[in-house]
């Protein structure tokens, strides 16, 4: 039955019904499937649903406009500003309230105490869009600001500043997407040294993306689906990588099919049978891990989830059905130059991996342990792991005109000038909560007081530091703790630092209970797998082992080389949902190989046949997600280009080291044990196994003949 259901995708009528399928829906997802209609990137996307500051929020619109974000407007002469400057400074301030989303009151110019700077206050208000749409009011502001400046320097910094800078690079997306695809395509052509094949799975990809993105956008408009910004740049580069995977582990299944069978659907409908379960398997790894960022409080991560978790089934459907269709309609001379004809020789045992399987394969306790010892080395990168969070001006890899803005403020005034942090409290408490602020360490400034409504006081303090920097962070932290101690006053603080603040611990709690139960389901799903429990506890270990590694020369390389002031507090729970997922991906194709062939050689000779037989395609894969996810790099942002970094490095230490040799070299070491209490535990044909000096010609005939 299940072999049918395999060979349907390949059926001489079913491959025409497939593709006609296929194209509905990718005529469907090009025509509809914009996201950025349904991207939510105001700050109820993003915070937590029960913080206190997203309560704030909603208190604070009382008392100014809801969902606004302050931006600060910058004049600078060094020489000392002129009469004319201050003029003109008054002037922009009138000009800038026709500007389109700008609300309430402005306030200034204020100028510096040394006479060379004015700053401008103005509340933006978030429009459908969010903050990823405020940059057409940004560059309203910066229109008339540097219009008859005469050598006036003008930025526009401060919350609204940074986001225009952020909406500007989120809009350039088309640019990422062909970025990712020429980098697989790239890979492809050196991995197949085909000109046509290549194809068939970048078009496969490309539909995927298109789908997902189209059934993505209807669960966002009509089923609440939160989607925002960052998922959406993610959800690009895991579909293109994640589909092109499946497809590389597919393909080499159908070419040694080919070489077996002359009609090529009996040889795609084989290849489907015996490829589909490690596919599915990995798929749904990835899949479900994703899934359980839904247990998050942070609203962008829990909302990450399953709009990657869906971008991997839709690319898992397409390659398992529509890539099937294509190949069959094509037929043979899709491969040219290589084409792969019925009857001739596999040349997988003559590969690279082949000959380090047999070099593992003589000492395997000592290789484990060499490369186990060495990975924790580099695990010792995490001491000292900074994620707690990236200032506002080294959130991006290049400087933009809000970082300008921002350095020249903080030259002439009060670092935290113009994004204040705000208390909401009872009326009756007013005095106190105003002495707990000026009380606070950090805090250089508590403005007057809000007319009272509905028994509630606003109070709004300058923080000493740079918005969102670590000592602004620690300040909030302290000025929540003393208002929190006013007995009665029901406060609740809020503002732009209070927001990261809050989102950082949120997403600080969210690794503590995720990471855990990521990896309990991902061991029962290799459980269930491998009917086994040794195996897959091993597997873990090895994992957990090369995510410890990856993330620790990461850090080294963030600090020390990149010279990046940090990681956000959600970046380790991101990094290790991507490497622990898609790490174990390379696990199930190499060890569901392995147990195939352990079924009819034994564990130790499986375990150097299914290297051997899988290598070189795990590796390709392994390039193509690492190439896709460098790809972020392209994004000047400091947390597209860390992701980018880890997942690519860890993705290629996992299967040049981890899976070719950790595992391969446990595999021989544990021998039968490794299934245990599987069947295939009691199989002891492979008790007389001897070192591959003995064994090199027989294993090329084994591998010949599997």
């Known amino acids: ?76 002469r060094e020489s000392g500003l002129t009469p004319a400057d201050q003029t003109k400074a008054k002037a922009d301030a009138e000009a800038f309230k026709g500007v389109e989303g700008v609300v309430g009151q402005i306030e200034g ?98 539909v995927a993306v298109a789908v997902a993105e189209w059934v993505i956008y209807l669960l966002a408009k009509y089923a609440g689906l939160t989607v925002n910004a960052q998922s959406s740049f993610i959800l690009t580069v895991l579909v293109v990588g994640a589909a092109t995977d499946y497809a590389l582990l597919l393909i080499a299944r159908y070419r040694e099919e080919l070489r077996k069978h002359r009609d090529v659907h009996v040889a795609m409908a084989e290849a489907l049978h015996k490829a589909g379960e490690a596919i599915i398997a990995s798929a749904a790894t990835v899949a479900i891990s994703l899934m359980i960022l839904m247990l998050a409080t942070l609203n962008s991560t829990k909302g990450l989830g399953p709009v990657c978790a869906i971008g991997v089934v839709v690319g898992l459907a397409a390659m398992m059905t529509l890539m099937p269709a294509l190949l069959v309609i094509f037929g043979r001379w899709i491969f040219w130059p290589r084409i792969p004809h019925e009857g001739t020789a596999d040349v997988s045992h003559e590969s690279v991996w082949g000959r380090v399987g047999q070099k593992v394969a003589v000492r395997p306790r000592i290789v484990w342990i060499i490369t186990a010892v060495a990975l924790a080395g580099l695990s010792f990168g995490l001491v000292g792991l900074k994620a707690d969070g990236i200032s506002q001006k080294n959130q991006f890899t290049k400087t933009t005109q809000a970082v300008t803005g921002e350095e020249i403020q903080s030259k002439h005034f009060p670092s935290g000038s113009g994004d204040p942090i705000y208390v909401i409290a009872n009326a009756d408490k007013a005095a106190e909560i105003k002495a707990a602020l000026a009380g606070t360490p950090g805090v250089s ?10 028994g509630r006081v606003f109070t709004l303090a300058t923080l000493r530091d740079a918005p969102n920097s670590k000592p602004a962070m620690d300040s909030v932290r302290r000025a929540g703790d003393a208002v929190h101690a006013v007995k009665g006053a029901d406060a609740k603080l809020s503002g732009g630092t209070a927001i990261t603040v809050a989102m950082e611990d949120a997403a600080s709690r969210d690794s503590k209970v995720i990471i855990p139960v990521i990896l309990v389901v991902v061991f029962l799903i290799l459980a269930l797998l491998l009917r086994a429990l040794v195996a897959p506890l091993l597997l873990m270990i090895t994992v957990v082992l090369s995510f410890a590694a990856a993330l620790g020369v990461s850090n080294l390389v963030f600090l020390h080389v990149f010279h990046f002031e940090g990681m956000d507090a959600s970046f380790p729970l991101m990094a290790f949902t991507f490497l622990v997922a898609l790490g174990i991906d390379y696990n199930i194709f190499l060890v569901t190989r392995i147990r195939e062939e352990s079924q009819q050689h034994g564990t130790r000779k499986g375990a150097l046949i299914g290297l051997s037989a899988t290598g070189g395609v795990i590796t390709s894969a392994g390039l193509v997600l690492a190439g896709t996810f460098a790809a972020l790099g392209a994004m000047p942002m400091v947390f597209a280009a860390e992701l980018g970094f880890v997942v690519a490095f860890g993705v290629l230490l996992d299967t040049i080291i981890v899976r070719s040799v950790l595992v391969t070299a446990l595999t021989l070491d544990v021998g039968r044990y490794f299934w245990w209490p599987s069947a295939l535990f009691t199989k002891k044909d492979d008790e007389g196994f001897t070192a591959p000096d003995d064994l090199s010609g027989e294993q090329d005939e084994l591998v010949k003949s599997s």
């Open 109 to 206: 110019p204020i100028p510096s105490k040394d006479g060379k700077a004015l700053q401008t206050v103005i509340q933006v208000k978030l429009g459908s869009e969010g903050w990823n749409g405020i940059a057409k009011t940004v560059d309203g502001m910066i229109a008339i600001a540097e219009k008859g400046a005469n050598g006036l320097g003008t930025h526009v910094t401060g919350p609204s500043g940074y986001a225009a800078d952020s909406g500007k690079i989120f809009s350039s997306m088309g640019l990422l997407g062909a970025i990712t695809f020429l980098v697989v395509l790239v890979i492809l052509l050196f991995t197949y040294r085909s000109p046509t094949l290549l194809f068939v799975p970048l078009i496969t990809a490309g």
């Open 1 to 76: 039955m299940a072999r049918k259901i395999a060979a349907w995708p390949a059926g001489r009528n079913a491959k025409w019904i497939v593709l006609a399928v296929w194209i509905v829906l990718f005529v469907l997802g090009a025509m509809f499937g914009k996201l950025g209609d349904v991207e939510k990137n105001d700050m109820s996307a993003w915070l937590p649903k029960n913080a206190e500051a997203t309560k704030a929020i909603e208190e604070a619109a009382k008392f100014q406009p809801a969902d606004t974000m302050p931006a600060i407007v910058i004049y600078d």
């Open 445 to 454: 400034e508590v403005s007057p007081q809000q007319p009272v409504k509905d």
